[in-house]
């Protein structure tokens, strides 16, 4: 378990556009990224981006190792 | 917001590329997919044998075929001249998956396939998106034009997330190329769609 400091909270975390992430699921390989949606179930059921898993934010701590490391990882 | 956290927490726990999505899901202006994470998966369920997935997959771009070729009927020349396009490129997926099959097993498949590649037939027909033939179109029974089209993007949307889904949990190698194959294919076909709905909606 990663303890977070408050100065680790504040650390800047990288966002990357809407047109960004259209272009990489327009034009990649699903297999080059992971794309994860953090949201409750019935809000990806309502819509998800294709291909997104769903790994609620609560659950992400327990299940962060169904994630492939060493490919960009975009969560939403 | 949650997802920023998300980010966070992973670039903690040692993820090195991690992102967060600008807006978040409300700002997201492509393509959507709806259902729960495993829609559509129970349709290949018992299915383990790459020749079986080919069999369904072939099925359900079948059914979108039909799916075509009857709102062709219906719609006049111009809207129909989109539904025979669309139905043309189900009849190339259909080609892929021969070819495809062709490439694993070194030969084309029996003229009994699908059915001699799976153990049981579907029920009924099925189309891509995981609805019945004769369900979607029933609704599009008085629907106009672009609400049509919109049923069509949603589906095969549903279709390509299904796909890429499939990918992921299949263990054969050859089952990864169909899926790989059909994910691919599906999204080319979707940016066709896309780039006609585009263009009938700023009409």
């Known amino acids: 378990m990663v303890k977070m400091g408050l100065h680790d909270y504040f650390k800047p975390v990288s966002t990357w556009s809407v047109e960004k992430v259209r272009e990489l699921v327009a034009e990649r390989d699903p297999g080059e990224y992971v794309l994860v949606d953090v949201r409750q179930p019935k809000e990806y059921e309502r819509g998800h981006i294709p291909g997104a898993r769903l790994i609620p934010l609560s659950e992400l701590e327990d299940r962060m190792d169904e994630l492939e490391r060493g490919k960009p990882v975009i969560t939403y | ?203």
């Open chain 2, 1 to 203: 917001m949650r997802s920023r956290a998300a980010a966070q927490t992973l670039g903690n726990a040692g993820f090195s590329d991690v992102h967060s999505l600008e807006g978040g899901m409300k700002a997201w202006d492509g393509l959507v997919a709806e259902g729960i994470p495993e829609a559509g998966m129970a349709y290949f369920l018992g299915a383990e044998r790459p020749e079986e997935l080919i069999g369904l997959s072939w099925l359900l771009e079948d059914g979108s075929g039909i799916f075509y070729s009857e709102l062709a009927k219906v719609f006049p020349e111009v809207e129909r001249q989109v539904f025979e396009m669309l139905e043309q490129a189900e009849g190339r997926h259909k080609d892929s998956l021969f070819g495809l099959y062709q490439d694993i097993f070194g030969k084309v498949p029996d003229e009994h396939f699908p059915g001699s590649v799976l153990r049981d037939m579907p029920r009924e027909r099925v189309m891509e998106g995981g609805m019945s033939v004769a369900e979607a179109l029933q609704w599009t029974r008085d629907k106009d034009f672009s609400d049509v089209l919109e049923l069509c993007l949603s589906l095969e949307t549903n279709s390509y997330d299904l796909y890429i889904k499939m990918r992921r949990v299949v263990d054969d190698e050859r089952a990864i190329r169909v899926f790989s194959s059909l994910a691919e294919e599906e999204k080319q076909h979707l940016k066709r769609l896309t780039a006609i709905l585009d263009e009938r909606l700023s009409v």
